[in-house]
DNA sequence: TTGAAAGCGCTAACAT
DNA sequence: ATGTTAGCGCTTTCAA
């Protein structure tokens, strides 16, 4: 493996001249630069990580934190992220909390702390005190996404708008009687989010003078078995009969979808569908959803810490501050209810 | 934050007996370890990673490269190989192809060749020539997974004997139509992997005497829509009329049952369907399947690497030639064809 | 614009 | 068992 002294040696410079005509930082005569640029290309040499680090103090890497691996918006964030880094040069170094508690204390006691990183993205995280305490103590930028931390800058879409939205999108078909099928509070590790989707749900039908029932909400956790089984107990309810629903996430939204064709009813003919994400499943589903982008969500927070690490010129006006977008799309499983309510 | 001078000072030692102390490495009284023990707990302290990779050449820090994020398969190894290295201490660093072709030869050309990583797991790669090379002149260890490359120890299932496993269960059933529908292998980054798939299907049709027909081979990509389409196409070609369809993934599977679904057909009265994974869906849809556990894979991976990294004790054999397990795991999908074969 | 040289924080001979 | 010390490979003053 070539070193910084070989190719100082075969382009007839000093090794500091190399460092700068590499890094870009630094004054370093056009004709040197390239000469340094051509016998490190011949020499294949690529500057040692650690030995930059040691010497500057920053890793061109990036920790991101997820509680999980196995789920569509994670890993979308891990993807939008990822791609943004790459495009800076950052590495991108993985810390996935799904192991047994002392695992989860291992990552925020050591390994976040040994500096390999620069900065850290947490996605979707209810962090205790001691790890938001640690995440400071690492004196690095934090941006979280999708969850709020305590005094940690956090990109979020705006969760009751979201699902005010969708439910607004069930209203305006003409339904009335419309279900939730929510996160379950206890049992979700970003309790917010529930609770705020819920909210939306509920703000929606205020508006149009309707009273949120609580037999029409129904707990679950975001799969698409606990969405199918919500959706099987709501809809064979007999005084319940919602002719919509609304579920927190495409998953669980799908899992509804499922449980109706099971209990031979149409959809949308009988039932309206709407879920949150715009999940890679949706259109094979024909789901209506509010897609809420999250490789987007990884790539601005990219966005966010790079203005920290670098802080740009003046004059750069800085975007990230812009809400995040979420869209509505209506695919096949919302329509009009049938019968009575305004039909043709 | 703390250094280990500090450290030193605070225990009344020399740094060369904290670093001993800490690592592990080298004798050290435990009276002093101990001392030295509580003077690092109490300052907080933790090794820089870079000025201990670049003093010892290792970074504790393994390098996994994906040609995707988004698919249960990768994660689900991902998942495996970071819960393993977290037990070693070890940090992962995801390098994700699937971005444009510059960033691919950005990965093997710089980000890989920095040093940051003690040694790579490549997932499911079909890699070019240049990339390979690139990897070997590393000088790290390496090891695939799911995907034969070129002169690197690679673990994977045998794709040949998981589906003739499938196919002869339905066999068994006594189905003598069997439909298959495979990867498409000129749109697959790893193309060996729907070949062998299929040549263990057509491997078990001849070991029951039963000739494979062109006409029952259905290319797809491996996606729930894609199977669907295949099925539906095959499904509804008049005189091809499978009984049975054996998919090569799971999720290909689903599409298949919901093709049937859809077109009126009963799974599995009057058709039974099987795939390869056992995907985390594959319990919901009732799936019968060959389970794969691609985590472990993961594990096994890092095992390999470890074994590598550290050569054990003479003494310890090493178990990573093991075969990988698959399981025959059947649930509600397959069945007795209905009818004349064998019917009670 | 370039070079010389002092670290960055730790580890591992080597010496004791 | 512990301490002394010379690097690990690069970056960055400071001088020229």
Same mark, same amino acid.
């Given at each position: ?12 410079? *000093? ?12 004054? =370093? ?58 495009? #800076? ?10 192991? &047994? ?9 050591? $390994? ?23 995440? $400071?103590?690492?004196?690095? +930028?934090?941006?979280? =996404?999708?969850?709020?931390?305590? /005094? ?16 607004? #999108?069930? !209203? ?7 279900? $939730?099928?929510? /996160? &379950?509070?206890?049992? %979700? ?15 929606? !039908?205020?508006?149009?003078?309707? =009273? +949120? %029932?609580? @037999? ?9 078995? *606990? ?14 009969? +919602?002719?919509?629903? =609304? ?16 209990? /031979? ?13 715009? $999940? ?12 809420? #982008?999250?490789?987007?969500?990884? %790539? ?6 790079? @203005?920290?690490? #670098? ?34």
């Amino acid at each position: 493996m070539a070193g910084i002294d070989d190719v100082a040696r075969h382009a007839g410079v *000093s090794t500091a001249t190399v460092s700068r005509a590499l890094s870009g930082r630094g004054p =370093v005569a056009a004709a040197t630069r390239d000469r340094v640029a051509a016998a490190a290309a011949e020499l294949g040499y690529v500057v040692s990580a650690s030995a930059s680090s040691l010497a500057t103090g920053r890793t061109r890497n990036i920790g991101v934190v997820v509680p999980f691996l196995n789920r569509w918006f994670y890993t979308s964030v891990i993807e939008g992220a990822q791609r943004r880094l790459m495009q #800076h040069g950052y590495d991108l170094t993985l810390y996935n909390l799904s192991g &047994d508690d002392r695992e989860r204390e291992k990552v925020f006691d050591d $390994h976040l702390l040994r500096q390999r990183v620069d900065a850290v993205i947490a996605v979707s995280l209810e962090l205790t005190a001691t790890e938001i305490t640690a995440l $400071h103590t690492l004196g690095k +930028p934090i941006v979280g =996404v999708g969850g709020p931390i305590e /005094g940690v800058r956090t990109l979020s879409i705006d969760d009751v708008a979201v699902t005010k939205l969708a439910t607004e #999108h069930l !209203l305006s078909l003409g339904h009335t009687r419309i279900g $939730h099928i929510g /996160g &379950d509070v206890d049992r %979700e590790l970003a309790f917010h989010l529930p609770t705020n989707r819920r909210l939306g749900y509920e703000a929606a !039908l205020r508006g149009a003078g309707l =009273v +949120p %029932e609580r @037999e029409l909400y129904f707990p679950a956790v975001f799969t698409m078995e *606990s969405g199918y089984t919500a959706a099987k107990q709501m809809l064979g309810t007999p005084r319940l009969r +919602p002719t919509a629903i =609304v579920a927190a996430s495409d998953e669980m939204a799908i899992g509804a979808v499922l449980a109706a064709r099971d209990m /031979g009813l149409d959809v949308p003919g009988d039932l309206s569908v709407i879920g949150i994400d715009d $999940h890679e499943l949706a259109g094979f589903f024909g789901l209506s959803t509010v897609a809420q #982008h999250p490789e987007l969500q990884g %790539e601005r927070a990219v966005d966010v810490l790079m @203005e920290q690490l #670098h802080p740009p010129r003046l004059g750069t006006v800085s975007e990230t501050n812009t809400a995040l977008p979420f869209d509505l799309i209506v695919r096949s499983s919302t329509a009009r209810p049938q019968g009575r309510v305004g039909g043709r």
